[in-house]
């Protein structure tokens, strides 16, 4: 791991795969807003988003084995690195908090699923007393003579 150009390299890598994050992390973010507003358009242009830089972060992935295998062999020396230490770091906080969003979207998505439900089965139930009602034979009205 003595070899500057493998840290060089290491730390474009991380780097670059810490941008696609950021990016993930801005999506997922401006989800929230969309689930809130019931916009299902942005909603799901974010979500294109999202899966084109997941994408991004696989191809990253699969054109850089060999640093991910320096990675692996040199976790020690590369926590103790300056140069990459932060960037590790800040790539492990921005996994988190885009997991941490993603559980809240998650959340909304329930509410607001649980709220639709909610409405379809109260109109539901209105319509069928509407039926009910309509349905039912109306008879004339008698009147027993009680004096008689």
Request: with cysteine; aromatic share 4%.
């Amino acid at each position: 791991m003595k070899n500057t150009t493998n840290v060089e390299a290491i730390a474009f890598y991380l780097n670059r795969k810490r941008e696609y994050y950021e990016k993930i992390l801005e999506v997922t973010r401006a989800q929230d807003e969309a689930i809130k507003t019931d916009n299902i358009k942005k909603l799901n242009l974010l979500i294109a988003e999202k899966v084109a830089c997941i994408k991004g972060i696989k191809d990253l992935d699969s054109l850089n084995t060999k640093t991910q295998e320096k990675i692996a062999l040199n976790k020690e020396s590369l926590i103790s690195d300056k140069q990459l230490n932060p960037l590790i770091k800040q790539l492990k906080s921005i996994i988190t908090e885009v997991m941490d969003c993603d559980r809240d979207s998650i959340k909304l998505l329930n509410t607001s699923i649980d709220n639709t439900k909610t409405k379809i089965d109260n109109q539901n139930k209105k319509r069928r007393a509407r039926l009910s009602m309509k349905n039912q034979v109306i008879r004339p009205a008698s009147f027993i003579d009680l004096l008689h």
